[in-house]
């Protein structure tokens, strides 16, 4: 952890705050190696100091390095307050988007106004992913791919949304996932026009679209995968139609994935592609996004973003095209950003496949 504790005190340094806490698990798993969910951290120049309660001690003991480790009673955001006042800190960065108006308020009363708001100096770090972590994010993609593989063979007409979803969620578990890195998608038929429907009774029939949006989380990373099928029969010309042309545009923006692009042009090459065929307004959701300790990291791949994408990022690419009533069709792959130009983790076939049923 010594390395990202010192890029962090560059970053600090760089952008004028004194020091750094941090109350959030996913900040403090990358920052300190914990991968329990209460503890708190305060990095300064000369220190970085590991504060968790009674139930934590052993395993921090167990995980964390390079850190003073203390366990405190009371609350926490009080006792890493106390830690900032006692040591005369002054601009000490948090993270905004992680710390509630209510835990600022709490370190302000102990600590006074010291604390000055710092998005990018952990998420910039935590973009940009070291050799380890992209194994990491290629494990739980081959397991999840896997998971798939072995599923779609067994799909027959009547099993639900949320059956399927179980299923993939619970083969996650027996094969060494902590969980799903968030909650699956399974949508059949014309609710597959839901970009994030929640699965529900409807059971599979021939004919239907069958849209799967999962991952799951192994060694602290995430994956993220989606396909679209169509089960028995192509429903229609149009899905054969909307399908290929989400193809067409998720593969133009794979080709632009290189580092000093900006991600406005990445989203843009696939977005063109849609619109030009037509479905402009049926692709209503971002491009993709970065993937790692967390499902939706930075950089976020959309037409307002200023992000650019630098080597080692590990993103996603989904375009989709939800035709209201009808269905859609969404295809995500996992890209890691190279020094050349890019590499997709996602291995499982992506051109239009009908499943027997
Ligand atoms: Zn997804
Ligand atoms: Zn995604």
Not at 55 to 73: D, F, L, N, P, S
Request: aromatic residues 6%.
């Amino acid at each position: 952890m010594t390395n990202r504790i010192n890029a962090l005190r560059e970053n600090l340094a760089n952008e004028g705050y004194g020091a750094f806490i941090s109350l959030a698990p996913a900040t403090n798993q990358y920052l300190a190696g914990f991968n329990g969910t209460t503890s708190a951290i305060l990095i300064t120049p000369e220190e970085a100091l590991f504060l968790c309660d009674f139930r934590y001690t052993e395993q921090a003991q167990e995980q964390v390095h390079g850190y003073t480790i203390r366990e405190v009673k009371g609350k926490l955001g009080v006792r890493l307050a106390e830690a900032v006042l006692e040591r005369s800190l002054t601009a000490v960065g948090f993270e905004p988007h992680y710390v509630t108006v209510d835990e600022l308020n709490t370190l302000q009363a102990t600590a006074g106004k010291v604390f000055k708001e710092a998005s990018e100096t952990v998420s910039a770090l935590r973009s940009r992913k070291d050799e380890a972590e992209i194994a990491k994010v290629r494990a739980a993609s081959e397991l999840a791919e896997g998971v798939l593989e072995d599923l779609l063979p067994e799909l027959r007409p009547g099993i639900t949304e949320r059956e399927l979803a179980a299923r993939i969620e619970y083969e996650f578990k027996m094969r060494g996932a902590s969980g799903p890195s968030f909650d699956t998608i399974a949508l059949f038929g014309a609710r597959s026009s839901l970009p994030h429907g929640q699965p529900g009774d409807r059971a599979l029939q021939d004919g239907d679209v069958v849209l799967l949006d999962f991952g799951c989380r192994r060694e602290g990373y995430c994956s993220d995968l989606t396909r679209t099928y169509a089960f028995g029969r192509i429903p229609g010309e149009w899905f054969q139609q909307i399908y290929e042309l989400t193809l067409a545009a998720q593969r133009q923006a794979i080709e632009a994935v290189r580092p000093g692009v900006s991600c406005r042009d990445v989203d843009a090459a696939a977005r063109d592609i849609i619109s030009e065929g037509g479905h402009g307004r049926h692709f209503g959701h971002g491009l993709g996004h970065g993937v790692g300790i967390e499902i939706h990291e930075a950089p976020r791949l959309n037409p307002e973003t200023t992000a650019v994408l630098e080597a080692g990022m590990v993103i996603t690419i989904e375009p989709g095209i939800y035709v209201p009533g009808q269905g859609g069709v969404r295809i995500e792959d996992l890209i890691v950003v190279t020094q050349e130009g890019c590499n997709v983790l996602t291995r499982t076939q992506k051109e239009l496949r009908v499943l027997s049923p």
